[in-house]
């Protein structure tokens, strides 16, 4: 692909072999760091898909390898050691978070070719033998630094298949952490295990509910899992930890039994199933800061948190992760629909007036027939208008969605 990065606008060009004075300007324009960053973005389709929790790191490792490269062309170095063991860690953590490492080293190429446009713009009159140094130190490196890779890639992504249980934990902590570039390359990551992840899914965030200050332990969490999943199953559901927190993704249907199986550990949970998988990390941040901020009285024996729950937490924090109106129809579910009105109509008087034979003259029905309305309230959201913490979240649907 044909180099469509911006140019910087040249200073006065330094006297030939002056590679020092060049290496200092270009360091000093945090432009070219940018510059960088954005035809890796552009041309490296992987990069393009990167979300802003990523970029950081590509800039952080951008401005290291422009302070390296230039440093070798002013003093006609090479790759020492350490720039070899760095250069071997970034293809381990690519091995392990899934980006491939083709990817990878043509983002270097495009980074080398922006490297070189830079170098010509500041320094158009720059003598043969030093655009020649430049050629041979970019190609030396390169090749150096490809084989480092390659060889570091392919250890650690034989290490991960080796463990197999570690590399689903290692899958799980990137989708949490939203490291996965695309749905694309989750899918490439998968067909390397061997696996195929539930999808519709449930992301389960559970703990103690009484807590000893101690992190979970893998087994604690792979025992849950057991707990919550069919052995014989088409997906494979997936377990790791957050300090004290199991964090599980499971089937999207294993969200109904949660709560019994957590009350019977005496622990709590938020279980979130209305996000896709390239949305891990939203349902995880969203589920962490639900169990952080309910509550007492909305973890009811039983039953666990739902995305509902975890939307009204968030607006209530300030932090709201959808439009207000769509977290009031996530609520109230069917009763925001024409055909539950006469349902939406007996829960309002209900929260109005605060009694259901109040509601029901209101309404000119009979207690029993309110009553029944509320019982299918109940059913249909999964909130019972008797219930302290589900009335609340019903009140504030109410108010959002109409």
């Known amino acids: 692909m044909t180099s469509?990065?911006?140019?910087?606008?040249?200073?006065?060009p330094p006297p030939a072999g002056d590679r020092e004075r060049v290496r200092q300007e270009l360091l000093a324009d945090p432009r070219v760091v940018a510059a960088v960053v954005a035809a890796v973005h552009e041309q490296v389709p992987v990069y393009a898909a990167l979300d802003d929790s990523r970029l950081p790191e590509v800039r952080a490792i951008a401005a290291w390898g422009l302070e390296r490269l230039l440093h070798l062309w002013a003093t006609d170095g090479v790759l020492e050691a350490a720039d070899l063991r760095r250069f071997r860690g970034i293809a381990a953590a690519r091995a392990a978070d899934g980006r491939p490492v083709q990817a990878v080293l043509r983002a270097y190429r495009v980074a080398a070719t922006v490297l070189t446009d830079e170098i010509a713009a500041r320094a158009p009159d720059l003598a043969?033998?030093?655009?020649?140094?430049?050629?041979?130190?970019?190609?030396?490196?390169?090749?150096?630094?490809?084989?480092e890779?390659?060889?570091?890639?392919a250890?650690?992504?034989?290490?991960?298949?080796?463990?197999?249980?570690?590399?689903?934990?290692?899958?799980?902590?990137?989708?949490?952490?939203?490291?996965h570039a695309s749905v694309g390359a989750l899918a490439d990551r998968s067909a390397r295990l061997g696996i195929q992840l539930p999808d519709p899914y449930c992301?389960?965030?559970?703990?103690?509910?009484?807590?000893?200050?101690?992190?979970?332990?893998?087994?604690?969490?792979?025992?849950?899992?057991?707990?919550?999943?069919?052995?014989?199953?088409?997906?494979?559901s997936l377990a790791t930890v957050r300090g004290p927190r199991a964090v599980l993704l499971l089937p999207a249907t294993a969200a109904d039994g949660a709560g019994t199986v957590l009350a019977a550990r005496s622990w709590r949970g938020c279980a979130l199933t209305g996000e896709s998988l390239d949305r891990v990390a939203v349902a995880h941040r969203l589920a962490a800061d639900a169990l952080d901020t309910a509550p007492a009285h909305a973890h009811r024996p039983g039953h666990v948190l739902t995305d509902a729950d975890a939307h009204v937490l968030a607006l209530l924090a300030g932090h709201p992760a959808a439009a207000p109106d769509h977290i009031g129809r996530l609520v109230l579910g069917p009763l925001a629909e024409p055909a539950g009105r006469h349902l939406l109509d007996a829960l309002v008087a209900y929260l109005d007036t605060g009694s259901a034979n109040a509601a029901a003259r209101r309404l000119h029905l009979h207690p029993q027939s309110l009553r029944y309305r509320l019982r299918r309230v109940h059913t249909l959201t999964g909130r019972d208008p008797r219930d302290t913490w589900h009335r609340l979240t019903l009140d504030i649907a109410r108010t959002l969605a109409f």
């Open 149 to 153: 890779m390659a060889t570091a890639y």
């Open 128 to 147: 043969a033998a030093d655009a020649f140094a430049l050629t041979r130190m970019l190609l030396t490196a390169l090749d150096t630094i490809s084989e």
């Open 203 to 236: 992301l389960l965030v559970a703990e103690p509910a009484v807590a000893d200050g101690s992190d979970m332990s893998h087994d604690a969490a792979a025992g849950l899992l057991d707990d919550l999943t069919a052995p014989d199953g088409d997906t494979t």
């Open 155 to 179: 250890a650690t992504s034989e290490d991960l298949a080796g463990d197999r249980g570690r590399a689903l934990r290692l899958l799980l902590d990137d989708l949490i952490a939203g490291r």
């Open 4 to 12: 469509r990065t911006p140019k910087l606008s040249p200073a006065a």
